[in-house]
Protein backbone atom coordinates (compact mmCIF):
# COMPACT_ATOMS: atom_id res chain seq x y z
CA UNK A 1 0.00 0.00 0.00
CA UNK A 2 1.43 3.43 -0.59
CA UNK A 3 1.54 6.72 1.28
CA UNK A 4 -1.13 7.69 -0.34
CA UNK A 5 -3.68 4.78 0.33
CA UNK A 6 -3.30 5.24 3.46
CA UNK A 7 -3.33 9.06 4.12
CA UNK A 8 -6.98 8.82 2.01
CA UNK A 9 -8.42 6.74 4.52
CA UNK A 10 -7.51 8.79 7.65
CA UNK A 11 -10.90 11.63 7.84
CA UNK A 12 -9.96 14.81 6.90
CA UNK A 13 -10.42 17.94 9.90
CA UNK A 14 -13.68 18.22 8.04
CA UNK A 15 -14.77 14.97 8.40
CA UNK A 16 -14.06 14.08 11.61
CA UNK A 17 -16.45 16.97 13.04
CA UNK A 18 -20.54 16.70 12.86
CA UNK A 19 -21.72 17.01 9.14
CA UNK A 20 -18.51 19.05 8.37
CA UNK A 21 -19.55 21.66 10.59
CA UNK A 22 -16.77 23.93 12.14
CA UNK A 23 -16.62 24.07 16.43
CA UNK A 24 -18.89 27.05 16.69
CA UNK A 25 -21.83 25.07 14.83
CA UNK A 26 -21.55 22.19 16.57
CA UNK A 27 -24.59 20.83 19.02
CA UNK A 28 -23.90 21.32 22.21
CA UNK A 29 -24.69 19.51 25.28
CA UNK A 30 -27.99 21.36 26.65
CA UNK A 31 -27.40 23.60 29.91
CA UNK A 32 -29.41 21.37 31.67
CA UNK A 33 -27.32 18.63 31.50
CA UNK A 34 -23.97 20.04 32.82
CA UNK A 35 -24.06 19.76 36.53
CA UNK A 36 -20.27 19.79 36.66
CA UNK A 37 -17.11 20.48 34.41
CA UNK A 38 -17.27 16.57 33.40
CA UNK A 39 -20.54 15.12 33.87
CA UNK A 40 -21.35 11.28 33.67
CA UNK A 41 -25.47 11.03 34.22
CA UNK A 42 -25.84 7.24 34.94
CA UNK A 43 -29.60 6.02 36.14
CA UNK A 44 -29.45 5.52 40.21
CA UNK A 45 -32.52 3.89 40.97
CA UNK A 46 -36.30 4.47 41.45
CA UNK A 47 -39.18 5.00 43.90
CA UNK A 48 -42.36 3.24 43.27
CA UNK A 49 -45.09 5.53 44.40
CA UNK A 50 -47.80 3.01 46.18
CA UNK A 51 -51.91 3.58 47.40
CA UNK A 52 -53.09 0.34 49.20
CA UNK A 53 -50.00 -1.45 47.91
CA UNK A 54 -50.88 -0.96 44.19
CA UNK A 55 -48.33 1.10 42.00
CA UNK A 56 -49.55 4.23 41.05
CA UNK A 57 -46.22 6.01 39.95
CA UNK A 58 -42.96 6.40 39.95
CA UNK A 59 -39.49 9.09 40.32
CA UNK A 60 -36.32 7.94 38.24
CA UNK A 61 -33.90 9.16 39.77
CA UNK A 62 -30.20 9.75 37.87
CA UNK A 63 -26.77 10.68 39.70
CA UNK A 64 -23.46 12.40 38.24
CA UNK A 65 -20.74 9.82 38.97
CA UNK A 66 -18.53 13.02 39.79
CA UNK A 67 -20.47 15.71 41.47
CA UNK A 68 -23.09 13.52 42.50
CA UNK A 69 -26.14 15.75 41.90
CA UNK A 70 -28.91 13.83 41.50
CA UNK A 71 -31.58 14.26 38.32
CA UNK A 72 -35.34 12.83 38.79
CA UNK A 73 -38.36 12.45 36.70
CA UNK A 74 -41.99 11.49 37.42
CA UNK A 75 -43.68 9.13 36.00
CA UNK A 76 -47.58 8.60 36.69
CA UNK A 77 -49.44 5.86 35.26
CA UNK A 78 -52.34 6.91 33.06
CA UNK A 79 -50.70 10.26 32.52
CA UNK A 80 -49.61 10.66 28.83
CA UNK A 81 -48.73 13.97 28.45
CA UNK A 82 -45.43 15.23 27.94
CA UNK A 83 -43.33 16.32 30.53
CA UNK A 84 -42.88 20.10 30.99
CA UNK A 85 -38.61 19.70 30.85
CA UNK A 86 -37.13 17.00 28.42
CA UNK A 87 -33.87 15.46 29.90
CA UNK A 88 -32.65 16.37 32.77
CA UNK A 89 -34.66 19.10 34.80
CA UNK A 90 -32.81 21.79 36.66
CA UNK A 91 -32.77 21.90 40.59
CA UNK A 92 -30.71 24.73 42.69
CA UNK A 93 -27.66 24.32 44.91
CA UNK A 94 -30.06 24.83 47.93
CA UNK A 95 -32.80 22.31 47.55
CA UNK A 96 -33.70 18.86 47.11
CA UNK A 97 -35.82 16.69 45.13
CA UNK A 98 -39.11 16.02 46.85
CA UNK A 99 -42.60 14.45 46.11
CA UNK A 100 -45.67 16.55 47.53
CA UNK A 101 -48.65 14.28 48.74
CA UNK A 102 -51.63 16.08 48.87
CA UNK A 103 -54.57 14.62 50.96
CA UNK A 104 -57.25 16.23 49.83
CA UNK A 105 -56.84 14.75 46.05
CA UNK A 106 -57.38 10.78 44.68
CA UNK A 107 -55.39 8.66 42.49
CA UNK A 108 -53.17 9.81 40.00
CA UNK A 109 -53.20 13.62 41.35
CA UNK A 110 -52.41 13.19 45.03
CA UNK A 111 -48.82 12.84 43.97
CA UNK A 112 -46.16 15.69 42.54
CA UNK A 113 -42.31 15.81 42.46
CA UNK A 114 -41.06 18.83 43.32
CA UNK A 115 -38.41 20.75 44.57
CA UNK A 116 -38.19 21.85 48.12
CA UNK A 117 -35.82 24.16 49.63
CA UNK A 118 -35.16 23.83 53.40
CA UNK A 119 -37.44 27.31 54.08
CA UNK A 120 -39.29 28.31 51.19
CA UNK A 121 -42.49 27.61 49.62
CA UNK A 122 -43.93 25.96 46.23
CA UNK A 123 -46.56 26.17 44.11
CA UNK A 124 -49.29 23.69 44.49
CA UNK A 125 -52.63 23.10 42.04
CA UNK A 126 -54.77 21.79 44.56
CA UNK A 127 -58.78 21.67 44.49
CA UNK A 128 -60.61 22.29 41.54
CA UNK A 129 -57.58 23.21 39.94
CA UNK A 130 -57.08 26.30 42.46
CA UNK A 131 -53.28 27.04 43.16
CA UNK A 132 -52.06 27.47 46.58
CA UNK A 133 -48.70 27.94 48.20
CA UNK A 134 -46.89 25.43 50.74
CA UNK A 135 -44.46 26.59 53.11
CA UNK A 136 -41.37 24.13 53.79
CA UNK A 137 -38.97 24.10 56.52
CA UNK A 138 -36.18 21.61 56.89
CA UNK A 139 -36.81 20.32 53.69
CA UNK A 140 -40.52 19.27 54.52
CA UNK A 141 -44.27 20.78 53.48
CA UNK A 142 -45.89 21.86 56.67
CA UNK A 143 -49.44 21.86 56.28
CA UNK A 144 -52.42 19.89 57.97
CA UNK A 145 -53.31 18.63 54.17
CA UNK A 146 -50.30 17.77 52.58
CA UNK A 147 -46.68 16.22 53.49
CA UNK A 148 -43.84 15.30 51.68
CA UNK A 149 -40.78 12.89 51.94
CA UNK A 150 -37.27 13.37 50.33
CA UNK A 151 -36.19 11.88 47.38
CA UNK A 152 -32.74 11.09 48.89
CA UNK A 153 -34.13 8.91 51.84
CA UNK A 154 -36.14 6.74 49.45
CA UNK A 155 -33.77 5.47 46.60
CA UNK A 156 -34.95 1.88 45.24
CA UNK A 157 -37.72 1.93 48.15
CA UNK A 158 -41.96 2.05 47.67
CA UNK A 159 -43.53 4.52 49.57
CA UNK A 160 -46.75 4.15 50.63
CA UNK A 161 -49.06 7.44 50.13
Not at 66 to 83: H, R, S, T
Not at 129 to 153: A, G, P, T, Y
Request: hydrophobic share 30%; net charge negative; charged share 30%.
Amino acid sequence: MSNSDTSSTKPSSDTEKTLGKSDEEQPKTPEVYKCCDNPQITYFGVININVDERTIGSVDVWRCAVCKKQFCEEKQLGIEEIAEVVGMPRIDSDAKWAVCVCKLQQSRYKWKLVKLKENGSIQHECLEEKVISLNSKNFKIEDEQHWSFLIEDNVNKAVEI
